[in-house]
């Protein structure tokens, strides 16, 4: 006889006490019981379903992670080539310290998803905050405002006005779009989307830490049968 695990709803052997797919106990059947009750033993107790998520401590788990990870993703990081790992690492480490304080241990990939997605979402607005505001005190405080104008001027008219020349855009449509990049409106609107890509981004990646970070705790913690 088979029976479904009420948890992760695989099938179980009627004579198991474990679930083969995420451990967890199983209620005992004996002939005593009629057909289609169950007896549990009395190491049973209620479990919180696995694709559920208690908010409040996964929120604690999120914010604790995610604001490093957003600091170490900004523009201005000096590691920041590294930033889509980091904050994939630090949504797999939200689920890891979320799910010390559960019972049992376990939870499904998907809801590892929701807290990678909670963990990008406060990482990446981090990161844009840290970026802007670095931005506005160098500009406006340090004064290095002509070093950045330079900076982005020598990359329009050097390297995009090349690669647009190479790809057939006539001259009349490459001075246009170069008047507008080199325009206040034109550095803050490319800045603006850059940042949105970065967001963008650093969600896409920590879901999927979150969702891996949930499958490797499963699996460590499955027991062998």
């Known amino acids: 006889m088979e029976i479904t695990c009420i948890r992760c709803h695989q099938t179980v052997e009627a004579d198991n006490c474990y679930c083969p797919a995420c451990g967890l106990p199983q209620l005992q059947y004996t002939s005593e019981a009629t057909a289609g009750q169950a007896q549990p033993e009395p190491w049973s107790e209620p479990v919180q379903d696995a694709s559920e998520v208690d908010w409040k401590p996964a929120m ?8 490093p990870a957003g600091l170490l993703c900004s523009l201005f990081s000096p590691v920041n080539i590294l930033g889509l790992v980091w904050i994939a690492l630090a949504a797999a480490l939200a689920v890891v310290v979320y ?16 807290i990678g997605l909670v ?6 607005w981090m990161a844009a905050a840290a970026t802007g505001i670095t931005l506005f005190v160098m500009r406006f405080f340090l004064h290095q405002g002509k070093a950045f104008d330079d900076v982005w001027q020598s990359l329009i008219n050097d390297q995009i006005g090349k690669q647009w020349t190479t790809a057939g855009i006539d001259a009349q449509s490459i001075v246009v779009y170069k008047a507008w990049l080199l325009s206040p409106e034109g550095r803050a609107g490319s800045m603006l989307g850059f940042i949105l890509f970065l967001v963008a981004a650093l969600v896409l990646f920590a879901v999927g830490g979150g969702a891996l970070g949930a499958r490797l705790l499963a699996r460590s913690r499955r027991p062998e049968v």
């Open 60 to 67: 604690r788990a999120a914010l604790m992670l995610a604001v």
């Open 99 to 114: 799910m010390r304080s559960q019972r049992p241990a376990w939870i499904t990939i998907g809801a590892g998803a929701r």
């Open 119 to 124: 963990t990008g979402l406060l990482g990446s």
